[in-house]
Structures are given as structure tokens and as C-alpha cells.
RNA sequence: UGGGGUGUCGUCUAAUGGUAGGACACCAGGUUCUGGCCCUGGCAGUCGGGGUUCGAGUCCCUGCACCCCAGCCA
């Protein structure tokens, strides 16, 4: 039985308990000011996931404090990825900017109870009277003035009557508070900007520690999942909350997903896409959502990937092995398999009648033999990999080569006679027989050979161009570094213009994964004109590619 | 040197006073019409020092390391 992680055992205990009536309500609560990536993934995957499994509900909730930062652009992507993660909001898309008035209203109740004061100090005068983490903060000026002075003046500051940054409404809790965000932080800033939904009717916006709870307490959140950064912000979501006397809800924080070889922060993804280092946020070198559905990612794998990696409070860095290895099981059990050949190398099979042409039968998933059986065109002349073949082969290779018989997948054996190469010394053609007796795949006098590679039909093949990607940084931990962009990976993107791959692939759809058999996993992009793209997802485990290695680096021979 | 957190195989994550387990990675082998999948085995960990206890990853004391906080961002 997996075992439960500390938010399900304190969702547990609260249930034992009663704290909530037995309520379980969480919410996904993210800022319209950017892309979704797979750090986000966690956060949507463990509140949609608690709340299911409590039988309780997950709000979708736009944290739209800020208009300065925030774009309906955004909104819609976020509900677009999470829709495609396969979660389900009902009813329940939420937006702080419609509790602006009630939000406004407790500010209100606030000032009147004496909590609050509206401070005329300038945001350089607020930061120098802060104190420093060692030192205590001094008292504003204004921090004695009455409560109706303070009412008028805010009253004011929503009429927009003063202009941005002149004056801000601030809990009146502790300057000398060892906790920072306890010294008379600000609740209400002047901003006379445009929202993207309340458009100019408010030029008074809320700070987020103001806004967030009000949200929870508003929607009757239970549980208020957050990353580890907000543990310090706990006491002052819990003093506004119980000074306002107002419905609780518990600020639970895990830590947040760490991917090496990538970053995570909105920011530096921009930067990005700013300097077209990558096509866009969704380039699918990206660690966006978007990026990962286009590169060929599932909802499953991502949510499965949740699932495994747990949920704690030790800050991590999840291995991208893993991430590739939750997706290649995915994949296999899902994906149909055809053949394609990245790197062109001809070969005509000499014995083979001219102009004949036959169809051989081939599985479309071994892994599920539902997914039935289709025909691949066969005839005299071919493509294989070009890597497939060498013509001095060091001991551990059992591909092609000259004089060697290896197998044709699904079709026949083939033996190497002769190697046609160009002026420049480059091979350029096989001359091959092959046994027609071994059609399909199998010689009935039961020799056996030490290889299967793909191949397509040169008469029938389609020309594709074919992307393969690699890890977008060359160091595991490009974010810590004092520019991440210089570790950027020259290679990350490997287009290949003549790819030849067989018919079937015509009628490939995109976005659905496929694999191309002994190459890995690929799916048709969307940039695909007359002649297919296809995206490599991931390649397959290569065991030979780790041999190769291994003799490069002199351990073997 | 203020406050808040966190330390278990290389990486994640279990064990809640009773054999330190699982996954990924790595290594070795088996199987195979994908050098894929699958199967078997191996490697490898409790931050340090004291203490309590028959027994400590877990409790106590004491060090150490790392992360977060001085936006009118979230």
C-alpha cells in the first residue's frame, strides 16, 4: 500500500477531528502572468488529486492582484494546460479580481477596528524604516494617525484622488516583528492601471498576503496548498484572517519541483523566449506545459510522474532520467509502432525482381494486440539507418556489414555484398541478396541472425523532416548559476530534412504519439506543411549507444 | 551573527521506538523479429558528537550544513 504523505495525514487528522465538518476544498491558484510549466503540474496535480481523493472539490483560481503583470492571454493558456492535464473545475473558475469589493470591505472593517492605517511614507521612506533582518523597523509617522483620518484618506485613495505609490494602507501589527513580513506590511497599494477584466473601476489593488487568504476564507477553502517560499507568510495569512474574525482556512506549504537541466522560473523561461533562444513558450525544448504537449508528453505520464515523486518538505531536484522514464512507459503501452528511417542509406537488394512490389504484415503494438496489424510495402529497393550499417565492425556491433545477414523487421533476411561509395570515399548504396524464404521474418531451416533493423521502401516512402531534441542546458543546474544563459546547450535542437518514413505515417495526426520503431517516440508537429515534421519526444533506451560510449572512452575494445 | 524551514542510497521517497524498504540512475546477466519492453541479480543511505532505551532514522542535548525572508511582486 503506498504510503500517505503529510498533507493527506493532516487532512487525516482534520477529518478526525472535524476541523473542517469533514470538508475537503482546495483551489490551483495561479498568477495570469505567464505560461504554465511542469512545476505548476505539481501544484494542479496535488490539488486536484487530495480533493478527489477526499471526495472534496478544487477551485481554478486567477490570483489577479496585479494588472500591471497580468493578461487574459494568460488565462486562457492556464486553463487550456490544465484542462489538457485532465482536470476538471466544474463550476468552479474563480478570479480574486471578483472579490475586489468584499476584499475592499474587510480592508474597511480593518481601519475601523484600529488595524490599519493609511501611510503616506514613499515606497524608498517604507524600505528604509523596514529595519534590516537583524535590526528592527522603525514606526511610521503615520502609524498613530485616528481611524477616521485613516478612513477618509483611503476612502480617498479608492476615489483616485492620489497618485500611484503616494500613500498605502498598511496593517498596523509590529515594526520591531522578527518576522518581516509582520512589520506593517502593506495591505492596499495605488495603481492606476487597467485590469484585464475589472478594466479601470478599481485604482487600488490588494497585496498578495491581503488577498490570498480573503480568497481561501471566501471560496471556503479547507486546505491551501503552497510552495515552501510562503511558510513565512503563514503568520500574517493567519493575523488578517483571525483579526478579521472570519472563516480559517489551514496555509499548508510542500516543496516545489526541481527539474535538472532545466529552469523553472517564468522569468528566466521568458528571457527565453524574448531572445529567441527557443521559438516560444511553447517550443518543445520548454518545460512549459505546452511545450511538453507539443514535444509529444502525456497527461498521464506527467500526473503518473506526480504521483511517484512524492510530496515533502525537503527542497529537491528530480533527476530529467526520471521524468523520461515515467513518459517511456507511458508510451509503450500507448504508442503504435512504425518505421521511418532518420538517416537515409540505400540499398538495393539485388535478387530482388525489378518493379515488384509486396505487402509484408507488421504489428502496430506488441504491447496490445488490439491495436492490430497493418501492411508495409516492400520492394527492391530500400532505406536503412545509415548507423545500421558499418563496414568494420568492432566485435560488439551485430548490424549490417559486409557479408553478414542480419533481418529486415517483418520482412525478409538480407545478406551485404557490396558497398557502392562516392568519389569523396562516403558509402552511398548496399548491394544486398536477400532469401526468399525467410519471408516474414523467420528462415524455415530455423538459422538465426543477430539482428532485426527497420527500413522503408524507397518507392513508397514519404520525404518528413524529423526535430530531435535534447536537454536545453549543459549543466544540471543552470538556474544557480550567475547566467544561466551561457550554459544553454548549442545542440538542443538537431533538425533532419531527409527522412524518409513509411506511408502509414501519411496519415499520422498531431500530437498523437507514435513510436518509430528502434528510434523512440515522435509525434507530428504543428509547423507540418506539404512534408510532415515530426518531434522526437523521447528516443528509446539505446544500449548499443552506451556500448559505443563506453568504447569511445577506451574502457572496452 | 533576527525569524522561518529542511537534513535517509548518486537522485527522489518510505519506515511515526522493533530486520533501513521502493522507484529512477548505474553495473552484471536472462529473454527477445525493436540492442525497446519484460525478467533476475548487484551496487549504494540515516549530517556530526553525546545521551535515554533491551532496542534510536525516529526521543533528548549539542554542534554542522543547506534553503527561504528586508517588493507598493506572487
Known amino acids: 500500500m503506498k504510503p500517505r504523505h ?106 475601523k477596528r484600529g488595524h490599519a492605517y493609511v501611510c503616506d511614507l514613499t515606497s524608498e521612506e517604507i524600505k528604509n524604516t523596514r529595519g534590516t533582518l537583524t535590526k528592527p523597523g522603525q514606526d511610521s509617522p503615520f502609524r498613530n494617525r485616528s481611524i477616521e483620518e485613516s478612513m477618509d484618506l483611503f476612502e480617498r485613495m479608492k476615489a483616485g484622488e492620489f497618485s500611484d505609490g503616494s500613500r498605502t494602507l498598511r ?25 484585464h477584466r475589472t478594466k ?5 489593488y490588494p497585496m498578495y498576503d491581503w488577498a490570498h487568504g480573503l480568497e481561501d476564507s471566501i471560496e471556503g477553502i479547507t486546505h491551501s496548498l503552497c510552495s515552501l517560499e510562503f511558510e513565512d507568510h503563514r ?43 527557443v521559438s516560444g513558450w511553447d517550443d518543445p525544448r520548454m518545460p512549459t506545459l505546452s511545450g511538453l504537449r507539443r514535444r509529444g508528453f502525456t497527461p498521464a505520464a506527467i500526473r503518473n510522474f506526480m504521483e511517484e515523486i512524492g510530496v515533502a518538505k525537503r527542497d529537491n531536484v528530480m533527476e530529467m532520467t526520471k521524468l523520461e522514464s515515467t513518459l517511456r512507459e507511458d508510451l509503450n503501452k ?12 540505400k540499398i538495393v ?44 565492425p568492432p566485435k560488439k556491433f551485430f548490424r549490417l556489414a559486409p557479408g553478414r545477414e542480419i533481418r529486415l523487421r517483418y520482412a525478409y533476411f538480407i545478406t551485404c555484398n557490396d558497398v557502392v561509395k562516392d568519389v569523396d570515399n562516403n558509402i552511398v548504396e548496399l548491394k544486398c541478396t536477400y532469401d526468399p524464404d525467410t519471408k516474414g521474418g523467420n528462415a524455415p531451416d530455423g538459422r538465426k541472425v543477430k539482428a532485426t533493423i527497420h527500413w522503408v521502401s524507397a518507392a513508397h516512402a514519404i520525404d518528413a523532416e524529423v526535430r530531435k531534441y535534447d536537454r536545453l542546458f549543459q549543466v544540471p543546474s543552470p538556474g544557480s548559476m550567475e ?37 523512440g517516440y515522435f509525434c507530428k508537429d504543428i509547423d507540418s506543411g506539404d512534408t510532415p515534421i515530426f518531434n522526437r519526444t523521447v528516443p528509446l533506451r539505446d544500449t548499443w549507444g552506451k556500448i559505443e560510449k563506453q568504447m569511445q572512452s577506451g574502457k572496452n575494445k
Not at 500507448?334 to 542509406?345: F, K
Not at 507488421?362 to 545500421?388: C, S, T
Open 6 to 111: 503529510f498533507i493527506q495525514r493532516i487532512i487525516d487528522e482534520d477529518n478526525v477531528t472535524g476541523k473542517f465538518d469533514n470538508r475537503v476544498h482546495t483551489r490551483f491558484p495561479p498568477e495570469p502572468n505567464g505560461y504554465l510549466h511542469i512545476g505548476h503540474a505539481k501544484a494542479i496535480y496535488l490539488n486536484f488529486s487530495i480533493a478527489d481523493e477526499f471526495g472534496g472539490k478544487c477551485n481554478l483560481r486567477f490570483d489577479d492582484t496585479n494588472p500591471t503583470a497580468e493578461e487574459e492571454e494568460f488565462v486562457r493558456s492556464i486553463k487550456e494546460d490544465v484542462k489538457w492535464l485532465g482536470y476538471d473545475w466544474e463550476d468552479r473558475l474563480c478570479f480574486a479580481s471578483d472579490y475586489f469589493q468584499q476584499m475592499y470591505d474587510y480592508a474597511v472593517e480593518l481601519v
Open 171 to 195: 496593517a498596523k501589527i509590529d515594526m520591531g516583528h522578527p518576522n518581516m513580513n509582520m512589520r506593517d506590511p502593506v495591505v492596499y497599494r495605488i495603481l492606476h492601471a487597467d485590469h
Open 200 to 204: 479601470d473601476q478599481w485604482c487600488i
Open 235 to 277: 503568520p500574517i495569512y493567519d493575523w488578517y484572517l483571525d483579526t478579521l474574525e472570519t472563516y480559517h482556512p489551514q496555509q499548508i506549504e510542500f516543496a516545489r519541483l526541481n527539474l535538472n537541466y532545466t529552469i523553472m522560473s517564468k522569468r528566466k523561461l521568458k528571457k527565453l523566449v524574448d531572445n529567441k533562444h
Open 334 to 345: 500507448r504508442c503504435e509502432r512504425r518505421m521511418g528511417i532518420l538517416n537515409p542509406l
Open 349 to 392: 537488394i539485388t535478387n530482388y525482381p525489378e518493379g515488384k512490389e509486396e505487402f509484408l504484415e507488421a504489428v502496430n503494438n506488441p504491447e496490445n494486440e488490439k491495436a492490430g496489424r497493418r501492411k508495409v510495402p516492400f520492394g527492391r529497393e530500400l532505406y536503412i539507418e545509415h548507423n545500421d550499417f558499418m563496414e568494420d
Open 483 to 519: 547566467n544561466f544563459m551561457d550554459a544553454l546547450n548549442p545542440d538542443s535542437l538537431n533538425i533532419l530534412e531527409n527522412c524518409k518514413l513509411e506511408p502509414e505515417l501519411k496519415q499520422a495526426e498531431i500530437g498523437v504519439p507514435i513510436q518509430f520503431e528502434r528510434l
